[in-house]
């Protein structure tokens, strides 16, 4: 299976760039591709720039990185309780494209945070407009105090029973 992974963060240091990256480590069977959204950067979306001038190529190419894909891996970094505006507008400019991004594609969505929260309020965002979109939502997991739960030197998940419930989640593809 074909799995495009989608860290929702254009920071550098992403805390969920290294949970995509520590999530993909453990889908061996899988043909994974891990995108850096910071390859689609775009004008912030406005319905006045998209007559003007179109939609931009970088829309179209995620759009088509999505259509080439199997199932979706994505972790959403949270600002303030929602996507980053990379991410928002990112997708934004995808609808434009089609508004069914996900294109029926299973999903896996993952967040997590420094703090204890875990990104939960994004995820829930996430998880329920995912249908509006075409997303088929199988599991979604929020991880908690980050820097507790996942060492920085080996870049794994130390906390036995929040890495069983990532390895649950991610299993839920061999059920596709």
Known sequence: MKVLAIPASNSHKSINKQLINYATSLMPQHDVEVIDINDYEMPIYSSDLEEAYGIPEAA????????????????????????????????DWATRVNMKVYQGKPIIMLATSPGPGGAKSVLALASGSAHFFDGQVKASLSIPSFYENFDQDSRTITNPEMNAKLQAALAVLELN
Not at 73 to 84: D, K, P, Q, V
């Open 60 to 91: 179209s190419s995620f759009f088509y990185k999505i259509q080439q894909a199997d199932a979706l891996l994505i972790s959403y970094a949270e600002h303030n309780g929602n996507y980053t505006v990379a991410y928002k507008n990112l997708f």
